[in-house]
């Protein structure tokens, strides 16, 4: 996560009818595959999901992402239940580990386990009980590049350039060189120079 500016928060409200009280801030809401998740959901579903969490949506594959999370004035009970909320179905998930490796892409692919436990279970809590909340990328005032999953792990030329760049923003050698402070500025000086474009900038 790389942040250009300071984030504004409470500018955007994508929740209609309910009460216009912001309850949270999230980066946005991403919709998987049905064909890639579907199935490890269903494994959810069959185990009794619904018994430890009855807000459980047994068809949707959308979820937040939770890079950015703001938690707002007065949200202390939501977020405490989510809390409460999570830490109960982590353990369930981990009482029925035997169980859920019955599923492929469960057991080899301990991100969604942690994906489904943590970011489906926020949205459909939010879904739910309709609490008012914001999706920040809607905001055209917020500029940030976030890498999510696992490319920012198995990209070489990302790991590459994330590596170059942190470096450089601390460099006074790079500073000097391309006669700058501003991150954005020296990010440019070295793509100039060769360096993989891994951000987009045209915002």
């Known amino acids: 996560m790389f942040l250009f500016k300071h984030l504004r928060f409470g500018s955007i409200f994508d929740t209609k009818d309910t009460t216009n009280?912001?309850?949270?801030?999230?980066?946005?809401?991403?919709?998987?595959?049905?064909?890639?998740?579907?199935?490890?959901?269903?494994?959810?579903?069959?185990?009794?999901?619904?018994?430890?969490?009855?807000?459980?949506?047994?068809?949707?594959?959308?979820?937040?992402?939770?890079?950015?999370?703001k938690w707002h004035d007065g949200s202390e009970?939501?977020?405490?239940?989510?809390i409460e909320t999570y830490m109960r179905l982590r353990t369930w998930y981990m009482d029925n580990i035997n169980y859920m490796n019955q599923n492929n892409l469960l057991a080899t692919n301990r991100s969604i386990s942690s994906h489904f436990i943590c970011e489906h279970l926020l949205y459909n809590l939010i879904k739910f009980y309709r609490k008012d909340y914001e999706t920040l990328?809607?905001?055209?005032?917020?500029?940030?590049?976030?890498?999510?999953?696992?490319?920012k792990f198995t990209d070489d030329r990302l790991k590459s350039g994330i590596h170059i760049l942190a470096n450089a923003i601390s460099?006074?050698?790079?500073?000097?060189?391309?006669?700058?402070?501003s991150p954005i500025s020296i990010y440019r000086g070295l793509v100039k120079d060769g360096m993989f474009p891994f951000f987009n900038l045209d915002t």
């Open 21 to 69: 009280d912001l309850v949270i801030s999230v980066e946005e809401f991403d919709k998987s595959p049905h064909d890639m998740v579907l199935p490890s959901l269903t494994h959810f579903i069959n185990r009794g999901i619904k018994h430890v969490v009855p807000e459980w949506d047994t068809f949707s594959t959308r979820s937040c992402n939770t890079g950015i999370v």
């Open 171 to 181: 460099s006074q050698e790079y500073k000097a060189k391309y006669l700058t402070n």
């Open 137 to 151: 990328y809607k905001n055209n005032l917020n500029f940030y590049s976030h890498w999510k999953g696992h490319k």
């Open 77 to 82: 009970s939501f977020r405490n239940f989510y």
